[in-house]
């Protein structure tokens, strides 16, 4: 069974840091495209940033410059380093996987749509 845990959320103040991390099991995490996405109350589910098989990287347009992600493909983990953060990047984060290529006509980045296999999120919290 295909099993995805993300961890690393917490509570910090704006202007800080947090990072994320993603464990994958159950697939050969160097095929899929993989991606964080964040959904905040009363809010839609967004694509945060996304990372290809072949590493080809994109980021949503309020991250980019502040958000990085990467992955540790020996270890199966993805990760999402967050920082510079604002109040308004408060929200649960969610490691999702597709098993296709990240620009497959049936992968829509900016809503999750096409993503098949999501973990159970972490709450991330920024303060004023």
């Known amino acids: 069974a295909i099993d995805i845990v993300e961890s690393g959320g917490g509570s910090v103040e704006a202007g800080g840091s947090l990072n994320l991390s993603c464990t994958v099991s159950g697939f050969l995490y160097d095929t899929y495209c993989m991606g964080w996405f964040r959904q905040a109350p009363g809010k839609a589910l967004i694509g945060v940033a996304r990372i290809d098989s072949d590493g080809e990287i994109g980021y949503g347009d309020s991250v980019k410059g502040r958000f990085t992600i990467s992955k540790d493909s020996a270890k199966n983990i993805l990760y999402l380093q967050m920082s510079s953060l604002k109040v308004e990047d408060t929200a649960k984060y969610y490691c999702?996987?597709?098993?296709?290529?990240?620009?497959?006509?049936?992968?829509?980045?900016?809503?999750?749509?096409?993503?098949?296999?999501w973990g159970q999120g972490t709450q991330v919290t920024v303060s004023s």
């Open positions: 999702a996987a597709t098993a296709v290529r990240c620009q497959h006509r049936a992968v829509q980045f900016t809503s999750g749509r096409g993503f098949g296999y």
